[in-house]
């Protein structure tokens, strides 16, 4: 069975909603290369919308400037991109495709295809149902040294515990912590 990984930037306060707020004053080299090396050995991306959306608006011109980011750019495009959303899109960034029915159902059915590792970056949503399934091998949260005060935090307040596994635990130059997680029953 395909691994899926996913990967948010959260705050100490548990939020990780607009993340581009506050996260970009604690981005260094250290970051991005842990969450260039996670999304660079996956096969296929799973997105929500909102992200597909950030993500294709981004993406493809830097791989056309090339650079710095050229090379992740490329990575991201070449990948096989499954968009999760309830509605009917029209996707225009290479290989995306849409995740058609059950979310639980669909991705199950993913990681059962063959193929390599599964990555996620963001869509909150997606990845709070898919910990709820238990269809999540490894969570990879990059801890930021802020309390932002307001906003949608990781884990809704009245919800089932999930019970996870500390699998490793890095402090970066910058304060930031990079967190991976997994099910605490494997």
């Known amino acids: 069975m395909r691994k899926l990984t996913a990967g948010l930037f959260i705050a100490a306060d548990g939020v990780v909603e607009s993340p581009e707020q506050w996260h970009f004053p604690y981005f260094d080299e250290e ?50 991109k499954v968009v999760v959303s309830r509605s009917e899109l029209e996707l225009t960034w290479r290989n995306s495709e849409q995740l058609k029915g059950d979310l639980v159902e669909g991705v199950t059915a993913l990681k059962q295809e063959d193929g390599g590792p599964i990555g996620m970056s963001g869509s909150i949503s997606v990845v709070r149902a898919l910990l709820a399934a238990g269809l999540i091998d490894e969570l990879h949260l990059l801890v930021h040294p802020i309390a932002v005060g307001r906003g949608i935090r990781l884990f809704e307040e009245g919800v089932d515990p999930i019970r996870l596994k500390l699998l490793s635990s890095t402090a970066f130059a910058s304060g930031v912590l990079n967190t991976v997680y997994g099910p605490a029953d494997q």
Request: charged residues 30%; proline residues 2%.
């Open 31 to 80: 970051m991005g290369a842990a969450v260039g090396a996670r999304l660079a050995e996956a096969d296929t991306v799973l997105l929500g919308r909102a992200t597909y959306d950030t993500f294709a608006e981004v993406w493809p011109t830097r791989e056309d400037a090339g650079g710095e980011e050229g090379g992740m750019a490329k990575a991201l495009g070449d990948a096989r």
